[in-house]
């Protein structure tokens, strides 16, 4: 079976005939710091060894090493919450803010759907600063809601200033750290994601988006939420993730009343606070039509729901399905698991399989032509058409749901990482 062929003009025609499709609530600007090991020295802490010793977030300076220094040494990618101003400030007089790019869940969407012609991409940006306004690219089809209605967000910003920023530190393959007189060899290439977003981190969607959307809901094909992952469990104020969430639901419900034709997608991202995560796993799953999520993320829920997370770090694919099976058994009807190397789609349901396929295709050229060349560009996806997969194509039943492993391209020496994922559940889910 040939599943990549024909993919591209299918997905270029289908894009074309899309309707507006909704990004919120996550949209910040993320500062790029490339880690020199020499100017670290040597660390004086102890190594946390597995996932669940690590910090739920940086609270002390030392919090933050531990995160560095675990994704270092394990070549994977994490991403801590800053809950003190004092360690904000220590990073930035430490590191600076690094070269600044747009980042969020949401951010990283947007740049990952408009450079194809999807009519209307409406990204929701809060606090929207000239500094975060002036990262979207200049592109026709994204807007955001400003006083005047749709506009690009250069011409919609609010003051200036950096309110939020998520540092993103970078490592690579074969450079060492030492910690207490041992070094520690990076085995891959990754990032540790250190972020201060006080100012948005309640996901309240304020208006005028709030209203324009649901003013506008008919216009609206598509819904992809994201950004729990910067919610606190009780904020300053006493309000919890809970309540919160309570009202995000409300928002979700009222659009859905006056369009009960929007699908909606879940992008889990690096929940690593319990609470919060278990609020979204509860509160969220069986609300939502479609879940996005990776190998680290899925086994935080599977350690929630009591199975062992090593299972699915270890792509044990008979535990993701069964893992999968058990989270689609209220309305969530679309699970889209990826890992290096393949994507699992689990559907229950009317979805066009041969659809749902092409999409899958088409994210994986996308996902390896960016990670390739740093940014989008449709003109260079045939150049990722070559790269063998090394997984083998399969399909099964099980538990009335209808599972697609589908393997995907993978780059050699990835130009970036950052964001892959967005771009993978973003195209699977809207084109599909
Ligand atoms: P997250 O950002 O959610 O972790 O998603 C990253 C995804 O990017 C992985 O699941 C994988 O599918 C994809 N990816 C990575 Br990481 N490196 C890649 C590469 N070199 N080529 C293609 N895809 C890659």
Redo the contacts with the bound molecule.
Sequence with gaps: MKIYDGVIDWGIKRARDSKMIGLGFHSVIDGLVKIDPKKIGNLDLAIPQKFSDLPDSIKFIDDFWKGLIFSFSNGS?LQLMIDSKEVYEWIMKTFGTGTLRLGGTSANMAKGLIPFPFEKILVYVYPLKKEIANLFSNSKNLFVVGNNGLDHPINAYDGEGIDAIHWIFEFSQGQSITVKGQTYACPRS?RFIASWNPANSKLEVRDPFRSYVIDHAKDISHFLVSGFHIMQEVYPDGETVEDRIDELLKFIQTVKDKNSEIRFHLEF??IRRDRVRRAVEEKLFSMFDSLG?????LSWVARDMGYDEKDILNLDVERISQIISEIMRGDLSRVHF??????LLALKGDYDLESQKKALAFA?LA??Q???DGEINLERFKYVLDIPEKYDYKEWERDGIHFILFP???????KI?????????SLAFVLG
């Design positions: 990618a990754n991202a690096s999520l990776n190998e680290v993320e990826h890992t290096l190397g393949f994507y994986s996902a390896a960016r990670a390739m995907t391209k993978v780059v050699p020496s990835p990482t950052v964001g892959l994922g967005d771009t993978i559940s």
